[in-house]
């Protein structure tokens, strides 16, 4: 399944998507794709309704100009991955990581795929990152094996994990405060179950920054796969259903040109991964 939720920001009503130019409708039997709805069991419950209505056409919704939210409903937390892919810590002059960097965002940097990026006041170096998202399915912690972790994620995610790297990297070596501004995660334009995608190791990631391309990855290159990463955290925390883990980003980065590159007003990112969609965004300055 692809799931998606439509509508405008705090009123969006959860669906199924038929292609990229329709949906349908499943407000009527789920009320948010949220903690509850996937730490009791919400995908199965909902499958058979959805196949159901995905095989009669009538029932198709054409998306057209309304709004596609975040997949997900804001979660627990938002978990993220530093310098999980070799050429990226390459990049930035750092060294490959023994084991995975841990960080957080701010639950409420989510927002839809296509909604504005928002430079902070005070900002001088805003950054891009296309990854991979983890949306964890069950309430999970002390894994016994990287094998087990399969069973605890929901399904995969486009996410742009926004930074802001002199927040990030000058202001006492704290990365969340890079990382926290509002608008700083856009999610989606769905959440692609895991059925629906064969081996998340091995697919495409690109971004382009105003018609540049800027980015050209693939999760095969990642240091610590999806499954090493659930496991891992795992280890260390509760993980919530509908928690969301940004799992790293290729090269290609602003921090990364010489000279370095950074956003600016009027900038679009537009950035995908093959078989999860794709996103675009404009970046607007500060409030």
């Given at each position: 399944?692809?799931?998606?939720?439509?509508?405008?920001?705090?009123?969006?009503?959860?669906?199924?998507?038929?292609?990229?130019?329709?949906?349908?409708?499943?407000?009527?039997?789920?009320?948010d794709?949220?903690?509850?709805?996937?730490?009791?069991?919400?995908?199965?419950?909902?499958?058979?309704?959805?196949?159901?209505?995905?095989?009669?056409?009538?029932?198709?919704?054409?998306?057209?100009?309304?709004?596609?939210?975040?997949?997900?409903?804001?979660?627990?937390?938002?978990?993220?991955?530093?310098?999980?892919?070799?050429?990226?810590?390459?990049?930035?002059?750092?060294?490959?990581?023994?084991?995975?960097?841990?960080?957080?965002?701010?639950?409420?940097?989510?927002?839809?795929?296509?909604?504005?990026?928002?430079?902070?006041?005070?900002?001088?170096?805003?950054?891009?990152?296309?990854?991979?998202?983890?949306?964890?399915?069950?309430?999970?912690?002390?894994?016994?094996?990287?094998?087990e972790?399969?069973?605890?994620?929901?399904?995969?995610?486009?996410?742009?994990?926004?930074?802001?790297?002199?927040?990030?990297?000058?202001?006492?070596?704290?990365?969340?405060?890079?990382?926290?501004?509002?608008?700083?995660?856009?999610?989606?334009?769905?959440?692609?179950?895991?059925?629906?995608?064969?081996?998340v190791?091995?697919?495409?990631?690109?971004?382009?920054?105003?018609?540049?391309?800027?980015q050209?990855?693939?999760?095969?290159?990642?240091?610590?796969?999806?499954?090493?990463?659930?496991?891992?955290?795992?280890?260390?925390?509760?993980?919530?259903?509908?928690?969301?883990?940004?799992?790293?980003?290729?090269?290609g980065?602003?921090?990364?040109?010489?000279?370095?590159?950074?956003?600016?007003?009027?900038?679009?990112?537009e950035?995908?991964?093959?078989?999860?969609?794709?996103?675009?965004?404009?970046?607007?300055?500060?409030?």
């Amino acid at each position: 399944m692809k799931l998606l939720r439509i509508g405008a920001t705090g009123v969006e009503k959860p669906a199924a998507l038929v292609d990229e130019d329709h949906y349908i409708d499943l407000s009527d039997i789920v009320d948010d794709f949220d903690e509850r709805f996937f730490g009791s069991g919400g995908l199965d419950r909902i499958r058979p309704v959805v196949a159901q209505r995905l095989a009669d056409r009538s029932l198709a919704l054409p998306i057209g100009t309304l709004r596609v939210g975040a997949p997900i409903a804001r979660p627990h937390q938002i978990l993220c991955i530093g310098l999980n892919y070799s050429d990226h810590a390459a990049e930035t002059g750092q060294a490959v990581p023994s084991e995975p960097i841990l960080f957080t965002k701010s639950p409420n940097t989510l927002v839809g795929p296509n909604d504005d990026v928002r430079i902070p006041r005070g900002s001088t170096k805003p950054d891009w990152e296309v990854e991979l998202g983890i949306v964890i399915g069950k309430r999970t912690s002390y894994l016994g094996s990287v094998e087990e972790a399969r069973d605890a994620i929901a399904g995969w995610v486009v996410v742009n994990d926004v930074s802001e790297r002199a927040f990030q990297m000058e202001r006492g070596g704290q990365w969340s405060k890079g990382k926290s501004a509002e608008t700083f995660n856009p999610a989606g334009p769905w959440l692609v179950t895991t059925d629906e995608i064969d081996d998340v190791t091995s697919l495409g990631m690109w971004l382009d920054l105003s018609g540049v391309r800027r980015q050209t990855g693939s999760t095969s290159t990642m240091i610590f796969d999806p499954y090493v990463i659930v496991h891992h955290l795992s280890q260390f925390m509760v993980l919530e259903p509908g928690d969301l883990i940004n799992t790293g980003t290729p090269p290609g980065v602003g921090m990364g040109f010489s000279p370095q590159v950074w956003l600016a007003a009027g900038d679009v990112m537009e950035l995908g991964i093959d078989g999860l969609g794709s996103q675009r965004q404009t970046v607007v300055g500060p409030r």
